[in-house]
């Protein structure tokens, strides 16, 4: 006699796996980030990306109606964001490869059963592609 699955208690366990397997990676994982950008041989300093944004500032003080100096402080802002992104580093922490094993099974054996629940094809639909 097949046992019946319980649906909830499968996702359930899933989602408990995955959420620990997902923390227990990411809290070994360091995230660095440096301010300024380097073009080609190029590289622009911290103080050299802040002067766009600055300039429109004093800019929108000068004359608040003016589209332009709205304009070059937007894209101040985006250049300081853009800067930060794209110096993005991530370190991940040194670990055994038990552990290391232990966080991947988690991780992909929760997604697996949580799947495995979201996507299964009701029973009926089963039996009447058999007949």
């Given amino acids: 006699m097949k046992k019946r699955r319980n649906p909830l208690a499968q ?16 809290s070994n994982v360091t995230v660095m980030t440096h301010f300024g950008f380097q073009l080609w041989n190029f590289r622009v300093g911290a103080g ?3 002067v766009p944004f600055i300039a429109g500032i004093i800019w929108l003080f000068v ?21 930060i992104i794209a110096n993005i580093q991530f370190i991940f922490r040194a670990t055994s490869l038990y552990v290391y094993l232990i966080m991947l099974i988690l991780i992909f054996g929760g997604a697996a059963l949580v799947g495995q629940v979201l996507f299964r094809w009701p029973k009926d639909e089963d039996e009447k592609k058999k007949k």
């Fill in 11 to 26: 996702f359930m366990i899933g989602m408990v796996m995955l959420a620990a397997g997902l923390y227990w990676f990411l």
């Fill in 48 to 50: 050299l990306i802040v």
């Fill in 63 to 83: 004359n608040v109606d003016s589209f332009g100096a709205k304009l070059l402080t937007v894209l101040g802002i985006v250049v300081i964001l853009a800067s």
